[in-house]
Structure formats: C-alpha cells, structure tokens
C-alpha cells in the first residue's frame, strides 16, 4: 500500500499525525512556483525585457531613496545573511534539544540547509543577471540574482522556528517573523540587488519547502 494511504502507524515512539501526501503536494508546489517564477523573471533567453513587474519594483524603490531609510535598510539586510542565520540556527537547536531530543530540534537548521541548496541550485540553473536599471546602493553581488537568497534565508528561519513541531505560533511572533522577512525582503530591492520578482517568488517557493519538511514524519516523533 502506497505511503500516503496508510494510516498513521504505532511504532515504538509515539507519533502524531504525518501526512506524507501533503509533503509531496507542498514539494510539489515549491518546484512548481520557481518555475512560475522564471516564467515571469526570464521568458527568454537572456532574461531581457524586464517584466512589468519588475520594472514598477524597481523604479519605486529608486523613488524612495532616502539618506535614513538607505542607512537603516542596509544594516538590515544583512539579517538574511548566512553567516548570521547558520549560527542562529545551529543556537536554536541547542536549546530545542532539552525538550525535544537532538531530532525535532534539528528541524530549523534543517530548513535553513533545504531553502539555501534549492536556491544555489535555482541560480546556478536560471543564471539571471543582477539588476542594473538603477545604480546599487550597497556591493552588488558577484553571483546570479534568482531567487533572492537572503529573502529566502530568513523566511525559512522565521517561518521554520514559528511553525516547528509542537510551536503554537501566538499573533505576537508571527508579527515579529513578518517584519522581519519583509524588511529583509523590501531591502533587497530597495538596495538595487535584486528584482521583486526574485523576492517574491523566493519568499513563496521558501513557504511550501518549509511546510513540505514540516510534513516529514521524524519531526512528529517524540521521545519515548
């Protein structure tokens, strides 16, 4: 009998409900917006003429430069880093172990790995020049721009310690894991290193990774 119809199986751990076809439906999902999002960012070849809605993007955002807000959106998009979100990670985890055992606690470091190999391997597949309509506001990027990898980065941290196995998300924290993933996400563009539709479809394409791993059944197993 396929994975999927089986009913939830009694092992010697205690385990709460899995649903292996939602896995595969939400991985599904993910392959599927990323190829959505090519379709919109690079209907040819060389990625050229610019979308609409890229072109709306970027010109807003050249619109709204401001001494202060370049400042301040500068030092924040250096909250997607990896150097900064490996460790955090890693920080998370140590503390999840006591309560839940080396397993699930490895669920947002976890995440963090999956969404940053689907996006070395996104941009090394599309190849997608950086943005160049505007001069950069920050060191551009010697690597290809979709999808964004520091929007990608935060949202499947944020998004993987909100909904980790047995988290109650309260409105408090989602607020919090929002604006951060906005602001990560609204500088990219903001400082010229990116398309809203590398964004956009980063930020999508990490919701339905983050749910589709959520789905696994380790991260349901408790200790006995």
């Known amino acids: 009998m396929p994975a999927c119809a089986q009913l939830p199986a009694v092992t010697m751990h205690r ?21 959505l999002g090519v379709a919109v960012a690079c209907p040819n070849a060389d990625c050229r003429p610019l979308s609409a809605l890229d072109s709306a993007g970027l010109h807003l955002a050249h619109g709204w430069q401001a001494a202060w807000m370049t400042d301040l959106l500068h030092g924040a998009t250096w909250l997607g880093s990896l150097w900064l979100l490996a460790p955090l ?11 839940k055992g080396w397993r699930v606690a ?17 941009t090394l597949a599309v190849a997608r020049p950086r943005p ?6 920050t060191a551009m990027p010697t690597d ?6 520091h929007s990608m980065q935060i949202s499947a941290l944020a998004l993987a310690w909100l909904f980790r196995p047995g988290a109650v998300p309260s409105f408090q924290r989602l607020g919090i894991a929002t604006l951060l993933i906005v602001v990560v996400a609204a500088s990219r563009v903001y400082l010229q290193v990116h398309f809203p539709s590398d964004v956009i479809f980063g930020l999508l394409t990490t919701i339905c990774c983050v749910m589709a791993l959520r789905e696994w059944p380790v ?3 408790k200790n006995p």
Do not use: K
């Open 15 to 35: 385990i709460t409900e899995h649903h292996p076809c939602r896995s595969l439906l939400w991985s599904a999902a993910a392959v599927a917006t990323l190829l």
């Open 89 to 99: 990670s890693l920080l998370i985890a140590w503390q999840e172990r006591r309560q």
């Open 106 to 122: 490895l669920f947002v470091p976890a995440n963090l790995l999956v969404v940053g190999i689907v996006s070395y391997i996104t």
């Open 132 to 137: 160049d309509l505007f001069p950069a506001l």
């Open 144 to 149: 290809w721009s979709y999808p964004s990898g």
């Open 219 to 221: 991260w349901q197993m």
